[in-house]
């Protein structure tokens, strides 16, 4: 089981020092990414690999934590700096995909989040639509919106169902975003 292959070890070498020692040396540089998304075993097992070197690198953002319901621990990368006070911090808040006005929504839903480092995110590409913000009574209303925008857009700017994309978040939106697509003819 995957709890165990990290627990195991952990509880390993936390009773034995001499294990301890010898999964230190295992590793002379460790790198984690998505490091929001660290729960609290596998962060004691990371400083155990690396205590010794304390070469290691993580690549994260506090603002991008969403998986507490499995275990992710957020105030892991919160006090990262505290934790490893010889650590170089380093801001990436330059987006090179979004232009400015996706960014400028981005920011002001992040600027709510309570506990968090404070960062700008920004881009140098300018223009693009301005968001649209719908909400929906249910999820056959979502997709009848998004069935709808699809279809005006095809209209108004002679684009083609194939130019669009549709990206959700958990398996059970498809299939009601399938029958409105499929509905308003563009599947």
Do not use: M
Not at 9 to 35: C, I, K, T, W
Not at 87 to 96: D, G, H, W
Not at 152 to 162: I, K
């Amino acid at each position: 089981d995957f709890g165990d292959l990290l627990l195991l070890p952990l509880r390993l070498a936390e009773e034995d020092p001499q294990s301890q020692d010898a999964l230190s040396r295992l590793f002379d540089h460790v790198l984690v990414d998505e490091f929001q998304d660290v729960n609290q075993v596998q962060y004691r097992l990371l400083r155990l690999l690396a205590g010794r070197s304390r070469e290691l690198v993580v690549v994260g953002d506090d603002d991008q934590a969403i998986y507490a319901w499995r275990g992710a621990d957020v105030k892991i990368i919160l006090r990262f700096q505290s934790d490893w006070p010889d650590a170089v911090v380093v801001r990436l808040e330059q987006n090179y995909r979004s232009t400015q006005l996706i960014l400028q929504a981005a920011n002001a839903v992040i600027a709510r989040n309570r506990d968090r480092h404070h960062k700008t995110l920004f881009s140098e590409q300018k223009g693009g639509r301005p968001v649209v913000i719908y909400t929906a009574e249910n999820e056959r209303r979502e997709a009848d919106f998004v069935a709808q925008t699809i279809r005006r857009l095809c209209q108004e700017e002679a684009r083609e169902p194939s130019d669009f994309a549709v990206c959700y978040r958990t398996n059970a939106q498809s299939r009601v975003l399938e029958e409105a697509l499929r509905s308003s003819g563009l599947l």
